[in-house]
């Protein structure tokens, strides 16, 4: 089984730590090509991780190479060259794109590969109908279509409650510092770990102008399905008074993706045990100092927090995080 000390990670993700650690047990022989590594959950339990950090961590060495998968059998070490990187697989040769020779018949017709006839010119007054009729339909549709958009981001934004509306009141719970394990709704262990800025230099999509995208780790164990409880989406209050709320979009999850980002809300413990990755928040690009991670516990069916458990941090720009 293989072991490695996982606390040795510093501030590398714990998928990215653990794909450095085999991919140097295969480059110094103690995995040798065809051999077999622990199923996902076996390595996992091993380790004490989530067995999303594992599967990242295989997926991503399947893509460079090191490893190849086998349906229903498992990973396998890839044959590597010696002194040399595993290569991709060779891409077909694409032929020089050039000027088709074109061939003449004689009187009675052309081959196959004659050229076709000139393209007739449009005439101006049928170009001019042409643009009059877009430009009515575009003043027709181009309303509706903006209309039908605003109200439907107007429906999703009531779906979220409005930044700073679940502190009105400061119910009890308490202040932690980062790394310090503190309890949330009775069984659930809690721990809080640096922030980091994401760096969306390949992740086009998820960028928004005038914010950076910022990380916090979150790690928690002992979570289960609770039905007798209200889950509040976590807030991130600056020193300026402004409160921001947790991104939680299936979508913009996928697009993190490539940064190395697991997308996670404090809700997502009822399904996976433990649960490890990190909480997002677009920051306006301006912001900085201080600032307070608010993480809530809630009663069924209650609009208001019964605790509120306040993390200080510090934004961490300056320092980007690697991933």
Known sequence: MLTYDMERRGRL?????????????????????????????????????????????????????????????????????????????????????????????????????????????????????????????????LPFVLGLMLNLSEAFAGRRPEPGAVAQAEPAGGTHALWEPFSIHGTQQVTVEDPWEVDLTYVPLARREGFRCLAVDLWVVGGERRDDLTFFPAELRLEDGTALLAEDDASLARQLKDAGVYLVTLSDAQWEDPLYGQMIFFVPEDASGGAVLALYEGEPDSSTPSAVHQIPLELPWGAVGTV
């Open 13 to 141: 993700p714990l998928y990215d730590y653990l794909c450095r650690c085999i991919k140097e047990d295969i480059w110094n022989g103690a995995l040798g090509p065809g051999e077999k590594l622990p199923s996902k959950r076996a390595l996992a339990r091993h380790l004490e991780v989530a067995v999303a950090t594992v599967e990242n961590a295989y997926s991503q060495l399947v893509a460079e190479g090191y490893l190849y998968a086998e349906e229903k059998r498992g990973y396998f070490v890839s044959p590597l060259e010696t002194g040399d990187r595993p290569r991709p697989a060779a891409q077909p040769k694409t032929p020089p794109v050039g000027p088709r020779t074109v061939s003449y018949g004689g009187p009675q017709g052309g081959t196959p590969w004659e050229e076709p006839p000139a393209r007739r010119q449009r005439s101006p007054l049928k170009l001019l109908v042409l643009v009059l009729v877009s430009l009515f339909l575009l003043c027709i549709v």
